[in-house]
Nanobody, 123 residues
Framework: QVQLVESGGGLVQAGGSLRLSCAAS????????VGWFRQVPGKERQFVAH????????NYEDSVKGRFTISRDNAKNTAALQMNTLKPEDTAVYYC????????????????WGQGTQVTVSS
């Protein structure tokens, strides 16, 4: 069992930066790939970024490539999403997820989820 807790969200002006953190409990966190997703009211959860269990492979949704960076520290049981050059359209609740059973960019494939953290980007 893995429990995930996100932090680091907040209100930022367009062009600014935020760093989201995902703290995991459970000894098996280092064995799982991790994904970040975001969701706005009335829409499905959208893939943002993915990192493999050892950090060797990363993937990004096209609109965040070059602006967001996903990372992890297995020794500390944490993952992070560094978000730079934020845009108003990045406004959403951001979720950390772990253990995709196939389909690392598909929300329904992930076994474990955090509670989410709100990111609001003002224009």
């Amino acid at each position: 069992q893995v429990q995930l807790v996100e932090s680091g969200g907040g209100l930022v002006q367009a062009g600014g930066s935020l760093r989201l953190s995902c703290a995991a409990s459970g000894r098996t966190f280092s064995s799982y790939a991790v994904g970040w997703f975001r969701q706005v009211p009335g829409k499905e959860r959208q893939f943002v970024a993915h990192i493999s269990w050892n950090g060797a492979i990363t993937n990004y949704e096209d609109s965040v490539k070059g602006r967001f960076t996903i990372s992890r520290d297995n020794a500390k049981n944490t993952a992070a999403l560094q978000m730079n050059t934020l845009k108003p359209e990045d406004t959403a609740v951001y979720y950390c997820a772990a253990w995709p059973r196939g389909g690392w960019n598909i929300a329904d494939k992930y076994e474990y989820w955090g509670q989410g953290t709100q990111v609001t980007v003002s224009s």
